[in-house]
């Protein structure tokens, strides 16, 4: 079983409607979350950092955890082409063989339709 | 401006030839780590380095070495690529283990093709 699991896609999207995007993980003693976004043949770039129960809101952008049952996931609203990458789920495990090491999920690819 | 600097953007070379690939941090960041991005894989970690002189393996360690001489700098080094290296390297670092809330800052990344 992978660390960090996602749907591989692709998410097709209308534009202007909200693009749901999915992740869960393995590690039940996990502690920090985030969201990256990478456009094909880029670098990941930081969108959203969640670290409690609950949704965080930035922007267009929502992220939310369950830690019970070992589930993030990222809202984006009002689909932008712009909005067509690759999201990454990342995790920092909290077991002594984890701690501090960022763990990816292989990304799930949105597109976004006109 | 802060960035982490990988050096080249893309390389293609032959079995066996050492090669270095070079990364360096301007914003005094402790941890800088290595990831090889595989389609369908993800990234996946080949070395970090928590300060200076201080190493560790990551999930996919073989056939890489790497060196924390300064802070700014942590290069990785191919001895003998084979043709199963080909891949796209990404340099990170961030401020602290554990990423913290700004998570981590990658490079431009590196693509590396072995014939």
């Known amino acids: 079983q992978k660390e960090v699991e996602q749907n591989s896609g692709p998410l097709s999207v209308p534009e202007g409607a909200i693009a749901s995007l999915n992740c869960t993980y393995s590690?039940?003693?996990?502690?920090?979350f985030f969201w990256y976004r990478q456009y094909s043949g880029k670098s990941p770039e930081l969108i959203m950092s969640i670290y409690s129960n609950g949704d965080k809101e930035d922007g267009r952008f929502t992220a939310q955890l369950n830690k019970a049952s070992q589930y993030v996931s990222l809202l984006i609203r009002d689909s932008q082409p712009s909005d067509s990458a690759t999201y990454l789920c990342?995790?920092?495990?909290?077991?002594?063989?984890?701690?501090?090491?960022?763990?990816f999920g292989a990304g799930t690819q949105v597109v976004v339709t006109p | 401006e802060a960035q982490v600097t990988q050096n080249p953007r893309y390389l293609i070379t032959v079995t066996g030839k050492k090669l270095t690939v070079t990364c360096s941090q301007n914003m005094n960041h402790e941890y800088m780590s290595w990831y090889r991005q595989d389609p369908g894989l993800g990234l996946r970690q080949i070395y970090y380095s928590m300060n200076v002189e201080v190493t560790d393996k990551g999930d996919v360690p073989e056939g890489y070495k790497v060196s924390r001489k300064e802070k700014r700098n942590f290069p990785l080094i191919l001895e003998s690529p084979s043709p199963n290296q080909t891949s796209l390297y990404f340099c990170?670092?961030?401020?602290?283990?554990?990423?913290?809330?700004?998570?981590?800052?990658f490079g431009s990344g590196t693509r590396l093709t072995v014939v």
């Open positions: 990170a670092s961030s401020l602290v283990q554990g990423a913290g809330k700004n998570g981590y800052t």
């Open positions: 590690d039940r003693g996990s502690q920090s």
């Open positions: 990342a995790v920092i495990g909290g077991t002594t063989d984890s701690w501090g090491k960022l763990q």
